[in-house]
Nanobody
Framework: QVQLVESGGGLVQPGGSLRLSCAAS????????MGWFRQVPGKDREWIGVTSIISNGASYADFVKGRFDISKDNSKKTVFLQMNNLTPEDTAGYYC?????????????????????WGQGTQVTVAS
């Protein structure tokens, strides 16, 4: 049974930082693209970025503008989202998803529809 469990969300002041974690189990972590998305009520899930399988790098959405960094620890089957210089517009539920490398879809995996497995999400609220 595949499980993704996010943690690290909370309330942070504008300009602050948070580090989210997503721990995976029940899958071969090295065979999955691990993506981060965020969602606010009434809107579609928005792609933030996704890990690479062949390297320790990641691809990002344009709005990230160097503020966010995605990393992973293969030995712990965990992917991280470091978020810096947060603004109130970053307030959302943050979700990680897993997309198999065997899925014949373009890379980087930008669409939420390309992800089979999802975590329950962690809320990030940016307010003073």
């Amino acid at each position: 049974q595949v499980q993704l469990v996010e943690s690290g969300g909370g309330l942070v002041q504008p300009g602050g930082s948070l580090r989210l974690s997503c721990a995976a189990s029940g899958l071969d972590f090295r065979d999955y693209y691990m993506g981060w998305f965020r969602q606010v009520p009434g809107k579609d899930r928005e792609w933030i970025g996704v890990t690479s399988i062949i390297s320790n790098g990641a691809s990002y959405a344009d709005f990230v503008k160097g503020r966010f960094d995605i990393s992973k620890d293969n030995s712990k089957k965990t992917v991280f989202l470091q978020m810096n210089n947060l603004t109130p517009e970053d307030t959302a539920g943050y979700y990680c998803g897993a997309s198999s490398r065997r899925f014949t879809r373009p890379v980087p995996r930008r669409s939420a529809h390309d992800y089979r497995y999802w975590g329950q999400g962690t809320q990030v609220t940016v307010a003073s």
